[in-house]
């Protein structure tokens, strides 16, 4: 549906966004994440039309409209305020595109109406902007976006004026209303966990490049850079040297001397790797479990966080590592700080990532 080749954009000596290759699939919900100023906006942008690209191409739904204006090409677009008319009723709102395409006033009614009842705004359509609440705002744009029925629906960080718990329930009504829809979302945020819930595929921008594009298992699981696996969840990166490999696997020495088997990911030119150790996948005992990757360590620090204890443990050679537990109150599996404890992870929850 979307297909970028090789695109580039330049503000003055700024290279906002760098040899962006990809193509996003029809019914796909596909979210730009990264930091601010990271290049996302304005990949959203290109797509979009309000900007052009510098150099490459864009295509939608097998159209070159690299040059093509915002009016030329079937997508639509929710802003992160809203932009809604304050002088306008719910109704008009979302008529309102509708009106400027000249479409006859039955098909306007009928379909007004139906996304009315998909967004649950029909108790609402007399009402202006200024009296619904934020999530209710957030939904008029929405149906006003998609009444136009574009093949394409853009999205730039329209959950970010919510509060925590209405961003939470709008996060599980957009997937729903995507699914029902069957149109190709494309989704900005800086938001980790509005990615990983929402998405079919992510794209991780970082600088200006892409840095990788997987589904959201893909993403936090397998990383392919240092700055992935920081920035989805916590991980803990340390540094090893592979001393010796043997039928797949990679024994390798970590910062202080500790010592890990991890599951071969691909041939390495290097003796030295970088590894991701997610902090869930580490285990605790209160004796040693054997087997290869169990070592002895001590609870240096203790954070409550309700379902989860976050602990930070020192190992060999004082490494430090995160680790994550869940709080379910059995004694048996209760680590507090100072206690002296054997931690395990198994090999193919290490995973080596890029600089």
């Known amino acids: ?29 596909m979210t730009f994440l990264g930091p601010s100023g990271c290049g996302k906006t304005t990949c959203l942008r290109l797509i979009s039309g309000f900007d052009t690209p510098t150099s490459g191409r864009i295509f939608i739904d097998g159209k070159d409209v690299t040059f093509d204006p915002p009016y030329r090409r079937n997508v639509n677009q929710v802003f992160q305020n809203y932009a809604l008319f304050p002088h306008l009723t719910i109704y008009e709102n979302i008529a309102f595109g509708l009106l400027m395409k000249r479409i006859a006033p039955p ?3 009928r379909r007004v109406q139906r996304v009315l009842e998909m967004t649950a705004l029909s108790d609402f359509v007399n009402r202006k902007p200024a009296q619904l609440s934020g999530g209710q705002r957030q939904r008029v744009a929405l149906a006003r976006a998609i009444v136009c029925e574009p093949k394409v629906l853009l999205l730039d960080e329209p959950l970010s004026a919510l509060d925590a718990k209405l961003r939470t329930q709008m996060r599980t009504e957009l997937k729903q209303l995507q699914k029902k829809l069957g149109i190709t979302f494309i989704y900005v945020t800086h938001d980790q966990e509005e990615a990983l819930t ?25 990383p392919a850079t240092r700055f992935v696996a920081s920035f ?27 010592e890990l088997h991890v599951r071969r990911q691909e041939s390495h030119a290097s003796a030295k790797i970088l590894l991701s150790l997610r902090p869930e996948k580490i285990r605790l005992h209160r004796i040693d479990p054997g087997g290869v990757n169990s070592f002895s360590c001590q609870v240096a620090m203790e ?10 443990l020192t190992a060999q050679g004082n490494l430090q590592l995160g680790a994550i537990l ?20 198994q090999p193919e929850d290490i995973h080596i990532v890029e600089e």
Request: with cysteine.
């Open 198 to 222: 929402m998405s079919d595929r992510v794209a991780v921008i970082n600088a200006g490049r892409v840095e990788q594009i997987g589904t959201v298992s893909e993403i936090y699981y397998k």
């Open 1 to 29: 549906m979307v297909e970028l080749r090789q695109v580039s954009k330049r503000f003055g000596s700024h290279e906002a966004l760098k040899d962006a290759s990809f193509s996003i699939k029809a019914g796909e919900f």
């Open 326 to 345: 869940a709080n379910d109150g059995n004694a048996g599996t209760d680590f507090h700080e100072g206690d002296q404890v054997f931690a395990s992870i």
């Open 107 to 109: 098909d306007i009614t």
């Open 303 to 312: 954070v409550f966080r309700g379902a989860v204890d976050e602990l930070t």
């Open 232 to 258: 989805i969840g916590d991980t803990n990166i340390v540094e090893a040297q592979i001393l010796s490999s043997d039928s797949g696997m990679l024994r390798c020495r970590l910062e202080g001397g500790l």
